[in-house]
Structure formats: C-alpha cells, structure tokens
C-alpha cells in the first residue's frame, strides 16, 4: 500500500480515515492533528505556561514530546504514586527523557512528601486504590499549576480513552460527568486551573507509532491497578465496533461533542465549590479530599 500523501511505501494505515501513511508524512499527519486540537479548542497559546502531566506510558510521552518540538512553554509534572516497582520504573523513563532532553521536570512523591499511601486509604476508604490514587493525582496536578501560575494543565488522553469514558457515562446516565467530558475543561473558579487534551482526537496505536518514530523510551506495562478495570471492558467493546466499522469511536466522541453535550450544559452549574478550610483548594465539602487522606494516613 503506498502513503497517500507521498506515495512511497506506506507503514502505517489507518482505517477511519480511509488513509495510510509513509513514516515521514505519519510524523506530519499526527502534529497536525495536534495543533488542530490546541487551536481549534483554544487549548494554550504559543508563550503561555502549560503543565504537562506524565506517567512514563506512550500517550504521556508523545504529549511531552510534541509540545517540546513545536515550541510549546511546558514543562513536566510527574507523580510517584508508590505503587511499588511500577512507579519506581517509570520514574526512571521519565527522569531519563527529562535529562537528556535537557526539560525541565517537577517529581512529586506522595509518600516521602505527604505521608500518603494508596493502599491504606483504599482500605480505611474502602475505595479502590484507583480513585484514591485519581483524586490525589487531579489534587496535586492542580496546586502545582496554580501555585506555579501555568495556564493549562495538559494531559495525555487518546481517542480510545475519552470514547470509552464517554461510553461509560452513557451506560450510566452520569449527567454531571457528561456536563463535563471534552477535550478543555475550562476554568470554573480562579484556582482551578484549565484542564486540556491536545491528543483527543488521536489514538492509542497513533501514539505507539509516534513514539516508536521517535524512539523515545517508554513504559511498556500499564499500572498493575488498571488490569479488571470496568474502562477496558468499555475499550473491548469499543475495539469490536470499530474493527466492524471503523471511525466508530470518532463519530461517537466528535457527535457528543457537537450534538449532545450541550442538553448537560445546566447540570454544571449546580456543584457549588468551596475553598478547603485547611489548604484553600478548591473542593465541594469544608475539607478537600487530599487534606484528608494526609490526616489519615499521618494519625496513630
Ligand atoms: Fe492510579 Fe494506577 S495509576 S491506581
Ligand atoms: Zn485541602
């Protein structure tokens, strides 16, 4: 099959776009993509101060990478979350990329800096050690971006992950998450910081293309925590309709976007926000989440 920009020799096709790619014009196909999304969605400006969010996995190291090379002000945030061997590997991989990149990288480590560890409020809570460790994450990703004066917040979700949380909240009906779901999050209160995902609209596999391309180093194992997660029967599902017909996924997330959010828009404004009476973050209870979990994790 030849690429259909160049028509040399195609590596890659991909099928809901009827289209296939040679390395070269993949490469310009995905930055594309990307800055289609920051710019059409009024993600970030060229100067302006974006936290980066990264976990060591493929999307969170294409997100960082792309942003570097098309000139973007970011710098990088990562979170060791102590979950065991898996966050201290993946630490590396991204301490590694940072250094001989010459980036700049803020490491925070939940249990040397605050006292917390997942596995004992996911018991205490009787959470699962996922949301526990999603609340901190949002919690930390969000001080830091604030307290650093950054206007976005970045990650690094893909096609797959955003049609499958959608699916997810379909399912159940979830209003307020559906008030909520796209590729910005906008700013709601003075301390919440933009929430934003240049990659929506790319895949899994584009990713894993754009980091094998680019031979960047990344974490091959995703967290042992995920493994039975009610998100990858959605993907499965996913993964079936769109084997049958592709751009399945993209029509779902793109219609929701054009045509249904909107009938959520009213659900939004009724979460009344409050600043914690500890910490001053944002929250909806007098003390936030993470305010919590720190006294938890430190009594006795
Ligand atoms: Fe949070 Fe796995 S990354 S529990
Ligand atoms: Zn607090």
Redesign the pocket.
Known sequence: MKCVRCKKKAVIVLRRHNAAFCADCFLHYYKNQVLKNIRKNRMFEKGEKVLVVVSGGKDSMALWDILVKEGYNVVAMYINLGIGEYSNRSQEVVEKFAKENNLPLIVKDIKKEFGLDIYKLSKTLRRSPCSVCGSIKR?LFNKVAYDGGFSAVATGHNLDDEAATLFGNVLNWEEGYLARQGPVLPQTHPKLIKKVKPLYTLTERENMYYVLLNKIEFLHEECPHSVGARSILYKEVLNKLEEESPGTKQRFLSGFLEKGKKHFQDVRERLELKE??????V?TTE??????F?RICNQQ
């Open positions: 919690y914690c009476k500890n910490c001053g973050q929250t003390e936030c989440s993470f305010c919590r720190v």
